[in-house]
């Protein structure tokens, strides 16, 4: 405790000091954390997208002509091998289609009101199952039901969930929607409102969901408990042999179409790249935020101790032991430390608010245009990587400070008490 009381009455006597050292800190855990948040919101099991861990997208299938053995094209599957085999893969908890009605185009789809108000907004097709997979709280009404996405061919009016957001500004505030009909270029019923979530969860994120019509762009499954992505891979390769038998002019593989959550969100133009490259490519831009704020913070250490090193050489003469000299070092730092680390979060938690369109969309394919990113504290916030980023910070910054305070207490009694402040 005695250590503490000093170290708080140098801060007050070194105020140029003690600021200097703080900031260092704090914008080295800030642009750290900044990473760390980012990926934690793409990467981690965050409602809705509460099975990141065990999600695979399988983004169709490749195919070439049996005479060409270079290039191969991407082809969907077709709603009947979606029902044959893709909701029965054994390795799979939970199977579904999706059509994302935005990707591949910047044009906006808009919702036609009774009092012909035009709302903007971004749409997808989904099976029964998306509801299953992606955990929304329904505000009004129920999720798609089978029949909801059967006999689309020859319904007239089709099924459709929307976000609470939309709901208000075709219907008003407080109004239950659930029945009433909207025109979407065909006509469509509310059977469902959600409330709305943050676009960051790009592959969830929607304001209308309509009942799968047959086109899908991708299947999104969830592995089972015990199972892995090679499982499913291999079941899927028997697929592509059987489509192969079938079809005499074309050879079918899933070469670069099964992409693992984490992996295509950390991926380039839609491949997955190995963990390897995806580690190299990450470590050499924490690595230099946190080792040049330590190389600062060191010469800083280093100009102090030369400072104080007449005083640590009276302390000596009096019997103060090096360990103790030490000690109360390391104390001083790690106050300094402790108060940048929380001036270091509040940073992120402003530079996240402040940038989140451009940081969020930073990471991962984003091809279509989004709404700006909502950001809550379940994705600011995860005490774990706030507490993994102080701890590096601790260590480096103690390394910064230990090294030029022991070399300047090995220095003889006689030449420290001598030595000119």
């Known amino acids: 405790m005695r250590y503490f009381r000093q170290a708080l009455a140098l801060m007050r006597e070194e105020k140029l000091f003690s600021g ?5 800190t704090a914008l080295a855990i800030a642009f750290t954390m900044v990473i760390a948040v980012v990926y934690y919101a793409k990467l981690a099991d965050i409602a809705p997208e509460v099975n990141r861990s065990r999600t695979v997208y399988v983004k169709g299938m490749a195919k070439r002509a049996v005479n060409d053995t270079l290039r191969w094209e991407p082809t969907d599957y077709s709603s009947e091998e979606v029902k044959k085999w893709l909701y ?6 939970m199977v579904s289609v999706t059509y994302n009605m935005n990707r591949y185009t910047n044009d906006r789809h808009y919702l036609k009101c009774d009092n012909h108000k035009l709302v903007p907004v971004v749409a997808r097709r989904v099976d029964a199952n998306f509801f299953k997979v992606f955990q929304f709280r329904f505000v009004y009404g129920r999720p798609f039901t089978q029949e909801d996405c059967e006999d689309y061919d020859v319904k007239t009016v089709l099924s459709a969930i929307i976000s609470r957001d939309i709901a208000e500004k075709a219907f008003g505030k407080g109004v239950d929607p659930v029945g009433k009909i909207l025109n979407f270029g065909y006509i469509i019923r509310i059977v469902g409102v959600i409330e709305p979530t943050s676009s960051i969860m790009e592959e969830s994120f929607g304001q209308l969901f309509l009942a799968y019509d047959g086109q899908s762009e991708q299947a999104i499954v969830v592995l089972k408990k015990g199972s892995s992505v090679k499982d499913l891979e291999k079941e899927l390769e028997e697929i592509a042999h059987k489509r192969s038998v ?6 079918y593989s899933i070469h670069g179409t099964v992409l693992p959550h984490a992996q295509m969100k950390m991926s380039e133009d839609g491949v997955a790249l190995p963990w390897s490259s995806i580690f190299k490519s990450l470590f050499p831009k924490v690595f230099v935020l946190l080792l040049v704020p330590a190389l600062n913070l060191s010469g800083l250490v280093a100009a102090r101790m030369r400072r104080r090193v007449a005083e640590m050489g009276v302390r000596k003469a009096f019997g103060a032991k090096r360990r103790t000299l030490l000690t109360q070092v390391i104390t001083e730092n790690l106050v300094l430390t402790l108060c940048g680390g929380f001036v270091g979060l509040v940073i992120t938690w402003l530079l996240l608010y402040v940038f ?9 394919n984003t091809a279509f245009s989004l709404p700006e990113p909502t950001v809550d ?3 600011l916030f995860s005490p774990l990587i706030f507490i993994i980023g102080l701890a590096v910070c601790i260590v480096l910054n103690l390394m910064a400070a230990l090294i030029p305070a022991w070399l300047s207490l090995r220095n003889p009694i006689v030449e420290s008490m001598n030595e000119k402040k």
Request: proline share 0%; glycine share 10%.
């Open 377 to 379: 504290g379940e994705m």
């Open 246 to 251: 079938s079809d005499k002019d074309y050879d």
């Open 20 to 24: 200097i050292y703080i900031l260092g």
């Open 356 to 364: 989140r369109s451009w940081l969020f969309f930073a990471v991962g």
């Open 88 to 93: 029965t893969l054994k390795s799979a908890e």
